[in-house]
């Protein structure tokens, strides 16, 4: 998730009730919207000025992150009963490392890839599993990238601009390692997006048979 931009088609959901029409369906965006998330806090200092530049959901209080699901529609009115049924969910998937790679784009929209992104892809399907009324961005597109947006931007020169530059400051920062222990559940109540909740990974097991 691009923040409060999807980043695959540029539309913008604020903190008030909107309507979009993409291909012909007309899908009303809650006044609260909620996402779940792995963040990214070793790549703030590479991605931050850029973010606070040309990324909306960085204004917003959204900090360097990889989506899982977004919207997440019942996490608009959590429950002790959701936050169980996701801490049992994710308490089934090991955490796991992963370095970000890129720069790369999408139309509009310059972002760093998860290497491996398979453990991404699997705990989105797996929400959406469990949550089938809550598909990755609403179901606009037949398939989703792990990503971590690093900016937004309509004019094709400007984005290569801003990509030239991000180049030239990421120069011996990439790749950068990280590792996935934790889901955060946010929201956009108030106007900011906020942690609410997090659930834990499983913790891996570090040879010899003690985690890790």
């Not at 590479?46 to 900090?63: C, I, N, Q, T, W």
């Not at 998860?114 to 991404?120: E, L, M």
């Not at 400051?169 to 997090?198: C, F, H, Y």
């Amino acid at each position: 998730m691009a923040g409060i931009r999807n980043p695959r088609d540029g539309g913008v959901s604020c903190p008030q009730a909107q309507t979009s029409v993409r291909e012909g369906r007309r899908r009303t965006i809650p006044a609260v919207e909620a996402a779940l998330v792995i963040l990214v806090p070793e790549a703030e200092d590479l991605v931050r000025p850029f973010r606070e530049a040309y990324d909306p959901s960085a204004a917003k209080g959204m900090p360097a992150h990889i989506t899982i699901n977004y919207p997440f529609l019942p996490g608009a009115s959590p429950s002790s009963d959701l936050e169980d049924r996701l801490r049992a969910l994710f308490s089934r998937f090991a955490s796991f490392p992963f370095r970000l790679e890129g720069p790369a784009f999408f139309p509009e929209v310059l972002y760093l890839t998860p290497d491996p992104d398979g453990p991404f892809k699997d705990l989105a399907a797996h929400v959406w599993e469990a949550f089938p009324n809550s598909p990755p961005y609403s179901g606009e597109y037949s398939g989703t990238t792990p990503h971590l947006t690093v900016a937004q931007e309509d004019e094709s020169h400007l984005l290569e601009y801003i990509s030239a530059d991000f180049r030239r400051r990421a120069e011996g920062m990439l790749p950068i390692s990280s590792q996935a222990r934790k889901v955060w559940l946010m929201d956009n109540r108030g106007g900011r997006w906020r942690k609410r909740t997090s659930f834990p990974l499983a913790r891996r097991r570090a040879p010899g048979g003690s985690a890790g």
